[in-house]
């Protein structure tokens, strides 16, 4: 897999990957990849990340069955950054129930929420 050569994953051995909506190219969420996850997301077709926090690979929809297939993977100019291009099943991305993470913006020097709980993260994931 020599492909993965040019890719410029960080001292932590990872790299952000930025996932898309293949139809409206809202930005869904940010996540890190370390080799391993964006070699399994290319031979699956679907979204594999890095979890920093669990220390292991998690692919995306393993619990909540929101699965993200891949339809392409670009890399930045620089290598620092990969760009899937997905569908997003389920149309939730965000663990928090809503479409995408990106759901917060700011507004006069305030942090205002933008996008609604489209479903209850404790009838997701059964906390």
């Given at each position: 897999?020599a492909w993965?050569?040019?890719?410029?994953?960080d001292?932590?051995g990872?790299?952000?990957?930025?996932a898309?909506?293949?139809?409206?190219?809202?930005v869904l969420m940010l996540a890190w990849?370390?080799r391993a996850?964006?070699?399994?997301t290319?031979r699956?077709?679907?979204a594999?990340?890095?979890?920093?926090?669990?220390q292991?690979?998690?692919?995306?929809?393993?619990?909540?069955?929101?699965?993200?297939?891949v339809?392409s993977?670009r890399?930045?100019?620089?290598?620092?950054a990969?760009?899937?291009?997905?569908?997003q099943h389920?149309?939730i991305?965000c663990?928090t129930?809503?479409r995408?993470?990106?759901f917060?913006?700011?507004v006069?020097?305030q942090?205002q929420?933008?996008d609604?709980v489209?479903?209850n993260?404790?009838?997701?994931?059964?906390?």
């Amino acid at each position: 897999m020599a492909w993965l050569d040019a890719v410029a994953f960080d001292e932590n051995g990872l790299v952000a990957a930025i996932a898309q909506d293949a139809d409206s190219g809202d930005v869904l969420m940010l996540a890190w990849m370390n080799r391993a996850a964006l070699a399994e997301t290319a031979r699956l077709g679907e979204a594999v990340y890095f979890s920093r926090s669990r220390q292991r690979l998690w692919h995306k929809g393993e619990r909540s069955g929101h699965v993200q297939k891949v339809e392409s993977i670009r890399l930045d100019c620089d290598g620092d950054a990969v760009l899937l291009s997905i569908r997003q099943h389920g149309g939730i991305a965000c663990h928090t129930g809503r479409r995408r993470c990106l759901f917060r913006q700011l507004v006069n020097g305030q942090w205002q929420t933008t996008d609604p709980v489209l479903k209850n993260p404790g009838d997701i994931y059964g906390q």
